[in-house]
């Protein structure tokens, strides 16, 4: 069994920062691909960042250049750096990784953490 945690979230102001932290954790030979996806109220799920076990990183263009995604192989950890937050950031995070255990793999989700921008 695969758990993934989240942490890290918060109320913040306009312009402030955040970093958001995933660890997974139970039966993992390995992880893939590891992500951050946001909810917003009345919206769908969507992508924030992603990034490939060789590091190559993907961004929604609402984020770029303001977030900053980062893995930690040994630790089966993920991060996710927010700067320059603006109200429409206001979300609840999820992780998602494709972990392989030592049979398959698994899409995995953590439970999500709340991210308020706010004034």
């Known amino acids: 069994q695969v758990q993934l945690v989240e942490s890290g979230g918060g109320l913040v102001q306009p312009g402030g920062s955040l970093t958001l932290s995933c660890v997974a954790s139970g039966n993992i030979f390995s992880t893939n691909n590891m992500g951050w996806y946001r909810q917003a109220p009345g919206k769908q799920r969507e992508l924030v960042a992603r990034?490939?076990?060789?590091?190559?990183?993907t961004y929604a263009d609402s984020v770029k250049g303001r977030f900053t995604i980062s893995r930690d192989n040994a630790k089966n950890a993920v991060y996710l750096h927010m700067s320059s937050l603006k109200p429409e950031d206001t979300a609840v995070y999820f992780c998602?990784?494709?972990?392989?255990?030592?049979?398959?793999?698994?899409?995995?989700w953590g439970q999500g953490t709340q991210v308020t921008v706010s004034s």
């Open positions: 990034i490939r076990s060789v590091g190559d990183t």
């Open positions: 998602h990784g494709d972990i392989y255990d030592f049979s398959k793999l698994i899409s995995a």
